[in-house]
């Protein structure tokens, strides 16, 4: 891919994300040498995708809508309305397929409203949608304060469903063999991802959010109708939320109205060290994806290297975010500068 | 007269028509549903001092914290064109720091609490000069920029008390976060008041209210003019780091003590949507401070409206939420253009109507 790109200047967008990557694989690479243990397992890898595999399809979503211009800070609290309904749902006699019926609705519904109040009323999408995760958040205590735990088989089945990778296991201490273990979670997760790309990437309508992020009147006058477009980025990412509530709770298997606590934050910042501009029309899936695999190997690295006291993973989390962040606004500076 | 109702419709209080509204339709639907949620009584409460109580009250002294947050807000929202979305964090640090110099002074005396107060008051300032280098110097949106702190910055507070919520107690300290002895009015409403004439006085006597504007209407204009946006900018962030510096302060000294977790939690959206409520454009530009002040004594109300109607803490989120909807759903921009054009159908059918009555 890269050698493609030599002959012409890498796009802003290409740039940040390459950037990105590039600073991933010598994180990890890095504490590969320096922390060895568990970085020099696959399964370390697995574990990342298998306990982040929601938080990666809430950041396409969120990625998605921020390319339009907009931002939804609504995603975390309805993947935590998905958790709790659908596990009340199941508990309750539900069947598995009514329940992933279930989450894609709530979803949608949220994605439906939320997108026609932003695009076809003009209102500030930050309201909306922090009206949406007050709405989300509420709602969930509304149906259970108290954490519920799924007990239903067919469920347990899908749950349990998971790929064993023996040659990519290890040894444990005590001589087992413990293959190495990819979710369900994870393939809905790469599904969907592979799903997004092609959107933004080959789509009509995914080229027309770059559009109307980059520029809205120029937009308007291509001929592409911005109401719309908007209103379905919000959609996409409503839809999203909801597949990632139904993925959360395959991997917890439980509902608590704290879940998913500040992941719209995570998500946002998943998507930002991607490469993604608030501003809109620059970011790429790509990036969001190695985003979140940044983020989550921060934390592991914290973990590892023995700073122990509780505030150190999200200090150094904000740290990281900082230097980002400064990195990219000193790129981008530059490289406006040297167009003039 | 026409001229009179056109202006009323396009919003005859200029942008403080949503929450004038908001707050008329609140306390109607109180009187109509208990006519005692207004009654305020005199009392005396443990310490023995004579003091008003009662659901307006409460009210008023509630959204202390959030009216003098939504004061700073709304200048860094009308200069940077972006919201602060790490006062919570920022307020929870001030507060820590305010509490480790009184902890760590022999006695509580008025002197150690305004050296805590300064202390907190320049790590709150230099805070918000990170925030402000950040959104002024190296131009990131003010939301991701805050980001960083929102992340960390409780954190940070936890490592500031070593992990521990220590408790301050003094005379001094509940005579700032509830009653000064021989004053029946709680003492952050007059915080809040005495923030208000400085913030007044402050756009009298200077014209920081004109430069703001000026630089979140048109930044490169307002540079032409000779403007140096970046310090604006950055002295918005200042002020707000001022804001919450004393709103971490009342936190503290209502509870006796510093809890890093739950100090000011989620004020950072309430601050955001007391802005909002208030008229003011979350795009920068034309603000007013009394919008925004306004805003934050809607929502109290609203959340105390909840509580008296006896909605568990943990769902009144849900029902504020329909109400925010609805709020900005009668302030949008489209939905006013409709109401428009149907007052004007109505209006030129009664012109027809008369003219046709004239004619026979």
Partial sequence: ?340 | MKSKEKKFFAGGFGQLTIPLIAIALLVIFNLIRDPSFFSITLSHNNDGNTVLSGNLISIINGASELAILAMGMTLVTAACRGQDISVGAAAAIAGSVFVKVLMASSSINAGTVILAFVCSCIVAMLFGCFNGVLVAVFRIQPMIATLILYTCGRSIAYWINGGATPNVKSPILSGIGSFIPGIPIPTPVLIVAVMAVIFKLLFRFTSLELLTQSVGINESAAKLNGINATFIKLLSFIILGVCVCVAGMIGVCRLGLINHETLLIDVEMDTILAVAIGGNNLGGGKFKISGSIIGAYVIQMLTTTLYAMKVSSTDVKAYKAIVIVLLVVIGSPVVKKKFDKVIRNMKSLKDADSKGEAKA
Avoid at chain 1, 5 to 23: A, D, S
Wanted: glycine letters at 12%.
């Fill in chain 1, 1 to 340: 891919m890269k050698t493609k790109k030599f002959r012409e200047p890498l796009t802003n967008t290409q740039l940040l994300m390459t950037i990105t990557i590039c600073i991933f694989f010598t994180m990890y690479l890095l504490s590969m040498i320096f922390l060895g243990g568990g970085f020099l397992r696959p399964q370390q890898i697995f574990d990342m995708l298998n306990d982040n595999a929601s938080l990666i399809i809430v950041s396409l979503g969120l990625t998605i809508v921020m390319i339009g211009g907009g931002i939804d800070i609504s995603v975390g609290a309805v993947t935590s309305l998905v958790v709790m309904s659908c596990v009340i749902y199941l508990n309750k006699g539900g069947s598995v397929i009514g329940s992933v019926l279930m989450a894609l609705g709530i979803g949608l519904a949220f994605g439906v409203i939320q997108g026609f109040l932003i695009s076809y009323l003009d209102i500030q999408p930050f309201i909306v949608t922090l009206a949406g995760m007050f709405f989300a958040r509420g709602f969930t205590t509304i149906l259970s304060v108290e954490p519920q735990k799924v007990a239903h088989e067919g469920f347990d089945v899908l749950r349990k469903a998971e790929l064993k990778i023996s040659w990519l296991g290890y040894t444990a201490n005590n001589g087992n063999v413990i293959p190495g273990t990819i979710e369900l979670g994870v393939f809905i997760a790469l599904l969907c991802f592979v799903l997004v790309f092609i959107l933004l990437k080959f789509v009509k309508l995914g080229r027309a959010f770059y559009a109307i992020g980059g520029n809205q009147a120029s937009a308007l006058m291509l001929g592409i109708d911005v109401k719309k477009t908007r209103f379905m980025s919000y959609l996409i990412c409503g839809l999203l939320s909801g597949i990632s509530g139904f993925v959360f709770m395959m991997h917890t298997g439980a509902g608590n109205a704290t879940n998913a606590a500040g992941m719209e934050m995570n998500a946002i910042a998943s998507s930002i060290i991607g490469g993604t501009l608030l501003t809109g029309g620059v970011g790429d899936v790509v990036g969001t994806f190695f985003g979140t695999l940044t983020l989550t190997t921060i934390k592991k690295i914290v973990v590892a290297s023995g700073l122990n006291d509780p505030w150190w993973q999200s200090i150094t989390t904000g740290g990281m975010l900082c230097f980002f962040i400064l990195l990219q606004s000193v790129v981008l500076n530059k490289r406006s500068k040297k167009k003039k």
